[in-house]
Nanobody
């Protein structure tokens, strides 16, 4: 079992920045790829990005590439989502998820554990 808790969401103006944190407990965190997803009102949950088990590689959705950065601290069981140059269309509930493999995937169906989500609202 893996427990995930997101934090760091809030209200920010267009062009601003936020850093989300996902704290993990349970299974060996350092052996899990971690993903970030988001769900905007009235829309399906979508892929944001992933980071491999050792932080050696990341992958992002085209909509956030160049603005968002995922990192992790395996010693602290934490994964981060740094969001810069935020736009109103980034408004969503953001979820972190744990993938029971070293490398992860873009498909949310492949993720076994999910946090409760944190709201990010970007005002225009």
């Amino acid at each position: 079992q893996v427990q995930l808790v997101e934090s760091g969401g809030g209200l920010v103006q267009t062009g601003g920045s936020l850093r989300l944190t996902c704290a993990a407990s349970g299974r060996t965190f350092s052996r899990l790829a971690m993903g970030w997803f988001r769900q905007a009102p009235g829309k399906e949950r979508e892929f944001v990005g992933i980071i491999r088990y050792n932080g050696g590689s990341t992958m992002y959705a085209d909509s956030v590439k160049g603005r968002f950065t995922i990192s992790r601290d395996n010693a602290k069981n934490l994964v981060y989502l740094q969001m810069n140059s935020l736009k109103p269309e980034d408004t969503a509930v953001y979820y972190c998820a744990a993938h029971s493999s070293l490398f992860g995937s873009r498909s949310q169906r492949d993720y076994d554990y999910w946090g409760q989500g944190t709201q990010v609202t970007v005002s225009s």
